[in-house]
């Protein structure tokens, strides 16, 4: 399921930047954040993940005009103690919390070797994979994971009381670029199932539950009608979010459970996030790191298919080859998308996106 | 599926341990070694995860009369940078080895706030909630994973190529014990399979792929026949899996792949572990952090019910009851597993276990 079927307008990513800031800029955020956010937004646009990147934008706008988002608001760490830290973010920007919190694990692991950051006070973040890639681009293994507004159940429940809490592991690599992981804990995404609804038709019975906690293939009742998302693996899924939400506001002191809000309604978000930084050096030669994770890598990229697959890949391979694509190409936006942004250029009084002149490619 | 359906033999806790460390200092471990892994099988049969006690007894014995696990080695620290550390087990028990690793990462965690210890040339190392809960019980999160032999293919890929790779994270409790997660990245454990295929039983086509790489119910196919176990959620599971792999033998400089060795063959076992120590007074007063997890754990166990569940649990929630019970009543095994340790100790020369008096209560 594309995201990106139908017409399309291209933005070159560079476009896609500069109207970000100038539209966070008028709607009242610091210039430093405005940039740190489209540069978190238009990352993931580049690697096809649509659904944290420009789409967030009039919500994003939305939320600073009620106050729920604070566009001024400077990350401060309240508890520094070398190796771990506990940052508030003042309820501002996710990416801006989530860039500071990384930035300070990356620095402290870098001359240590290991350093744990939380948050707490912080709203959406966007796609987990831009603070470990960051990480990753400066040579440590990064990790990161946020709590989530409720989507799913504990195993054996019929109520909404866990996120899907992402979490995305990435690798430094000398060469190729890093690897990098990252998932949610539910099997799908909610707007995979409100797509299907919006389409009239029947999802797996793998996906969801109804209110009443049986699998369902309606997918109405398997999420607007206050159906759950089933975790990955049942009990297993179920496990990693508790443990992402231990990690992230139990650990940093910030709302959990319902206090999150639920997921697109009009409520402040209050999400706490999790970084960790780890050196490679830090345990022996980092060249014979690489040769290992390229060896690795190499054996699992080089498996025999099964019948339908062309060739098997590493995780978040598909994004990065996007990425590099996009950057050429321009990034796809759908023609709905694309007029929200416009309609928000007229309410902010910033110039509109310039449509690029290169043909997209498709999504 | 309980391993312990049918006629069962009780063991007293203090019993088991007795004859296990007779029976591996007899079998040439040292004593401390003896105990430890002693220590460990019966934890995790006390915790019901009999495929991670006594039934390997044999197994660790035969290996160690082949050479090819060394029940004197002692683990060797390599590197050491205070916050992080490199462990060599010398192809000793893996017990022996995560134990050390963990206790170093929760000694310099305990000073600094968080460490890391990853540990190269080791065995089987049993259960993962062993010593995430040791964590946990100083007042720690731990976390510990390691690789395994090759079993699951990636996405899209019809050859062993990562291990099932289990993750456990353990969290500190002012009162009620640690919450203990412990996960396979496989939707189910071989010996489920391998009992389907002894029972003539079908397996449902979400467990395993044949040698082809497609779905499949036949539990020969799936297992023996060269088949591959599927990963939880798809590429989620596979890429969690990777990532394990990196984090333990990529960044330990141990065994990958293939190197580690099959399950259950002859050879010698190549693991490595990661581990991680975190301590939560580093954020904060540790009062409140219990506070908020007492209530996080509430909110989840008072979930309404779906319509075939009784109550919801926590993770390790079973696990941790059956302890106490089993403290109590003593450890049932099979009649068939204890026969085995009767054989071992004649072979060895040891008094077999001593049956305890009390009833135990089933599996």
Known sequence: VSQTAGPTVALAADEARRWTTDALVSAGASAANARTVAHYLVLADLRGVETHGLVRMPLYVARMQRGDLDGTADPEVLTDRGVTALVDGCHGFGQVVADRAMRLAMERAGSSGVAVVVARRSSHFGAAAGYTQLAAEHGLIGIATTNTAPVMPPTGGRERRLGNNPISIAVPRASGGPIVLDMAMSVVAAWRIRLAADRGEPIPDTWALDAEGR??????????GGGLLQPI????????????????????????????????????????HFFLALD??????????????????????????????????LPGEREASLKVEREQTGIPYRRDIFDGLVELSTQLSVDPPAVSAAEPSGG
Do not use: C, W
């Open 233 to 272: 693996g049942a009990h297993k899924g179920y496990g990693l979010a508790f443990m992402v939400d231990v990690l992230t506001a139990v650990l940093a002191g910030g709302a959990f459970g319902a206090d999150v809000k639920l997921l697109h309604d009009e409520g402040r978000l209050n999400t706490s």
């Open 215 to 224: 699998p369902t293939t309606d997918p109405y009742e398997a999420f607007q």
């Open 280 to 313: 490679p050096g830090a345990f022996g030669p980092t060249e014979e790191f690489d040769e290992r994770l390229t060896e690795r890598a190499s054996q699992i990229r080089n498996t025999q298919t099964s019948p339908d697959t062309d060739r098997v890949l």
